[in-house]
């Protein structure tokens, strides 16, 4: 079965607080991304990695970075927390393959809030 | 210009019902895949089904159908047989063959399934 987890479900920082989300997956995707979900707006990407070490900025990468060491292991981290982070994160993996290979597979999501 | 359009934003079926949930497409790429995901009150995003542009037929999981019409730029999911379990926020997301995987998503629509 596709699993893909994530560190917390829920967090709580203050502003200013260096946040790591880390994302796992165990089923040997070279693709893994790092998506913000609110309310009315939708899911947007913010970071996706296609290899180790190797990064691209999504739609909104402003005031986020990724650290990708290992192949199953995706780190998203906002460096100063600020209140318009308190978002759902959303980690996903993919294959590279084509058509329905490379479905993507999420998480369980993060709600972070940031005070 | 919305890249995936999902015009309900929510509807509702009586249980052992089937439901259409719509979504209309933009894209002037050839290769491209459509996806339908599901997002129970959890957070969690479950993949559903797949369509991708060369297919000949339309996509079926299940109880999960995807009724693909190219020429008018529309997937939309049908559910047969609703059930409780299928009350959730449902997302529409295509991936153009030239974006590098990435998915852009719709809005969603929250079905709610009655007793």
């Known amino acids: 079965d596709v699993k893909v987890t994530q560190s917390s479900r829920y967090l709580v920082k203050r502003t200013g607080e260096k946040v790591f989300l880390e994302c796992v997956q165990d089923m040997d995707h070279e693709n893994m991304f790092w998506y913000r979900q609110d309310p009315g707006l939708g899911l947007r990407l913010i970071y996706f990695s296609y290899d180790v070490k190797m990064k691209e900025k999504g739609d909104i990468p402003e005031g986020y970075s990724v650290s990708r060491e290992k192949k199953e292991r995706f780190s998203l981290i906002l460096e100063s927390a600020s209140t318009n982070q308190t978002s759902m994160y959303l980690c996903a993996s993919s294959l590279i393959g084509g058509g329905p290979l490379d479905t993507q597979y999420f998480g369980p999501g993060t709600r972070l809030t940031v005070l | 210009a919305q890249k995936i359009t999902q015009t309900q934003p929510g509807m509702f079926v009586q249980e052992k019902e089937a439901v259409t949930l719509d979504c209309t497409y933009d894209?002037?790429?050839?290769?491209?895949?459509l996806f339908w995901y599901k997002q129970p009150s959890s957070g969690e995003m479950i993949f559903l089904i797949y369509?991708?542009?060369?297919?000949?037929q339309n996509a079926t999981e299940g109880r999960y159908s995807l009724n693909f019409q190219k020429a008018r730029k529309s997937a939309n999911l049908v559910i047969s047989a609703s059930q409780l379990g299928d009350s959730a926020m449902y997302f529409c997301?295509?991936?153009?063959?030239?974006?590098?995987?990435?998915?852009?998503f719709g809005k969603g629509t929250l079905l709610t399934v009655n007793p």
């Open positions: 894209t002037s790429d050839p290769s491209y895949g």
């Open positions: 997301a295509m991936r153009e063959g030239g974006s590098n995987y990435k998915l852009t």
């Open positions: 369509q991708g542009s060369y297919d000949q």
